[in-house]
């Protein structure tokens, strides 16, 4: 096999899976003329959710009886950020 060949065939697959695959990030938001996928909104919605929720946590004492906390509030994290994904963006 040519030596061009083996460089290029890998490229051409990672290309056409990126392509597939990039297809999944649909709805769009536009943010500030800025494009971004929704998933990238509700992800971040999702953390600044969590980074909130801390205070409340400590105001109340649960924060004490959490354990290991970055397990605790990556999740969190993510459990916030797909509620706010299917209240938003959800087409179903």
Known sequence: MNRNVRWILPRAGAAASATFTAAGCDPIVNIAGANFPSWL?????????????????????????????????????????????MIFFNRV
């Open 41 to 85: 909104v509700a992800a971040i919605a999702g953390a600044v959710l969590a980074a909130l929720l801390r205070p409340v946590f400590v105001a109340i004492g649960l924060e004490r009886y959490l354990w290991p906390l970055p397990a605790v509030y990556a999740s969190l994290a993510v459990l916030l950020g797909c509620v706010f994904w």
